[in-house]
């Protein structure tokens, strides 16, 4: 795991993409293994759920008909926290972990789909040109490394933006943040540009869950008095650290729209109450990534999502 680089860096460090050190799944292939398949799926694209994780929404890829799961990201999707981890349980469920819940995964759904583990830890979302991020993966690095011609529609989930933030938590909680805003905001355009380009990763649709920051400290800011000796040293003011998760998570709603195909993952939403200051706690005692159910859970909304099955462990 990266290590703040501020004192003020805590407001961030709960967020959706701290740096673990992380192997790939041993059963996914490399990034550039093709099939045979892009345009962007359209079931339900483009949709922002609510406070309530959208649970309204309609099943957004009801007509796909997947060849290929693709894994992006940082240490959130490359074995972060407790496992098992949430994109291989969505790939293939542990039946013996979750006996309830054979059956209901992509490799039963679609069988043969190609699955591609492509995230790596401590990822941000691209290059930054400052000090604070010096030598960290990128998610453009992954983008480009893939294929052109998976087999089937294409499933992407991507988790990214906690490492950016975190990075740049200083700015972010004096309001000095524009600039690395402003950069987010780009790298973030040109990453889904890229990724969701016709038929950039095949001739299938394309359909991306793009999940959003979480906070540990459910909105309170209180990490070092209450989040215990793993969690920063610090504690900010509610309003702050509110206020930073909103502005940071309101780019990624915004680059979501955007993009026809792409749809808001909203664990911010889904994590809320399962902090550190709950009883009910979805994290791992690193105070940033998810625990055994917290990687359950983010299993849970992405097949519901998906498929509009509320399936209960």
């Known amino acids: 795991m990266r290590s703040p680089t501020t004192p003020c860096s805590l407001a961030l460090l709960a967020s959706l993409a701290f740096a673990c050190g992380g192997s790939t799944a ?26 309530d ?11 796909a008909s997947f060849g290929t799961y693709i894994v992006l990201g940082d240490s959130i999707s490359d074995r972060g926290g407790q496992g098992p981890f949430f994109y291989d349980l969505l790939h293939q469920n542990d039946d013996t ?9 992509l490799a039963t759904k679609y069988p043969g789909i ?34 052109s011609s998976y087999p089937g529609d294409v499933l992407v989930t991507i988790t990214i933006g906690g490492n950016d933030l975190n990075d740049h938590a200083g700015d972010a909680i004096l309001g000095l943040d524009g600039t690395d805003k402003m950069k987010f905001t780009a790298n973030l355009k040109a990453d889904l540009d890229t990724l969701m380009a016709p038929n950039r990763l095949g001739s299938g ?17 209180d990490w070092k008095s209450k989040g215990g000796p793993a969690c920063p040293p610090y504690d900010v003011s509610s309003t702050q ?6 502005a940071w998570n309101q780019i990624i709603s915004d680059a979501v729209t955007a993009h026809p195909g792409d749809n808001l993952w909203d664990i911010h939403a889904l994590f809320s109450g399962h902090g550190f200051n ?36």
Not at 29 to 48: E, K, L, R, V, Y
Not at 289 to 308: C, F, I, Q, V, Y
């Open 114 to 147: 190609q699955y591609v583990h492509a995230a790596v830890a401590g990822s941000i979302s691209g290059a930054y040109g400052d000090t604070l991020t010096t030598g960290a993966p990128l998610l453009t690095t992954q983008i480009a490394g893939l294929g």
């Open 278 to 313: 709950s009883t009910d706690n979805w994290y791992y005692s690193d105070c940033i990534h998810p625990n055994e159910k917290g990687h359950d859970e983010l299993r849970k909304e992405a097949w519901r999502m998906l498929t509009g099955e509320e399936i209960s462990d």
């Open 205 to 221: 649709k394309v359909y991306v869950l793009e999940a959003n920051i979480y906070d540990a400290s459910d909105g309170q800011g």
């Open 26 to 51: 041993s059963s996914a292939q490399s990034p550039g293994q093709n099939g045979d398949a892009s345009t962007t799926g359209d079931d339900a694209s483009s949709s922002s759920e609510g406070d």
């Open 97 to 105: 972990t979750y006996p309830t819940w054979q059956g209901h995964d």
């Open 241 to 246: 650290d509110t206020s930073a998760f909103a």
């Open 53 to 63: 994780g959208g649970s309204s929404s309609p099943p957004i890829a009801q007509n």
